[in-house]
């Protein structure tokens, strides 16, 4: 029997939960190893763990993956979440990229000051350089690409989800987008993934913060 996924990263959403909410889609069960404490980091860099001193790293298949875009990629194409050829593949790692800029920006407020002149700024974007896209793309599709699911589906029910929780109603003017992610919500999978008590995590708290930076010594806000 394989052994199972290890995931290595704070107890909180950040660039992990992409990750987990792919892992929970294509039905692979994973092991989560959360950092506490300096001592935990500066093990990892010196076990030789981390390429570029960096987490998520993600343990599969007898390797030890790092940078989010390349373990995403990974998983996609070992469960065929990841298009039929190398076009899909290309229209899907753009629309999984714009996603994860998107998405980035709302990871940092938390760790930034002037939260509410970013909030106008997200919500901005949101609304005339992302959104649009994809309810162009869902006018007459039932997936981003291809016909059938894949990673790009997977992170746009993320990020609708994260922008609701900060702009409520943010998808009423996107009707395609939002029948996206009901027909999305009743994958048996995604079901369970968002009840309570899943591995899903919350939105990041005060104690999320200060993990990250006494994790990685960081005494500075983003402006």
């Known amino acids: 029997m394989a052994e199972r996924v290890k995931l290595h990263y704070f ?6 939960e992409s990750i987990r909410w792919l892992l929970t889609v294509a039905e ?8 506490t404490t300096r001592e935990q980091y500066l093990k990892m860099l010196n076990d030789g763990d981390l390429m570029f ?6 343990e599969i298949d007898g390797m030890k993956l790092i940078q989010t875009k390349a ?9 065929n979440l990841h298009g039929k050829d190398i076009k899909d593949r290309v229209k899907i790692n753009m629309y999984t990229e714009g996603l994860i800029d998107l998405m980035e ?8 000051q002037n939260t509410q002149t970013k909030l106008g700024n997200i919500e901005t974007k949101a609304k005339e350089r992302y959104l649009p896209v994809f309810e162009k793309q869902l006018l007459d599709h039932i997936y981003l690409v291809g016909g059938r699911l894949s990673v790009a589906d997977v992170l746009l029910m993320e990020c609708t989800l994260m922008l609701e929780e900060k702009f409520v109603g943010i998808l009423a003017d996107f009707p395609n987008v939002k029948a996206f992610q009901g027909r999305m919500s009743k994958n048996p999978a995604i079901s369970r993934f968002l009840q309570p008590g ?7 708290d005060d104690v999320y913060v200060k993990t990250v930076k006494g994790v990685f010594d960081l005494n500075i806000s983003f402006p």
């Not at 107890?11 to 992990?16: E, L, V």
């Not at 001193?53 to 993600?58: K, R």
């Open 11 to 16: 107890n909180g959403r950040g660039k992990m």
């Open 28 to 35: 692979v069960e994973f092991d989560e190893f959360f950092l």
């Open 53 to 58: 001193q960096q987490v998520p790293m993600v």
């Open 71 to 79: 373990i995403l990629n990974y998983i996609a194409e070992k469960y």
């Open 105 to 112: 920006m709302i990871m940092i407020l938390p760790f930034s």
């Open 198 to 204: 899943s591995k899903r995590k919350p939105q990041p």
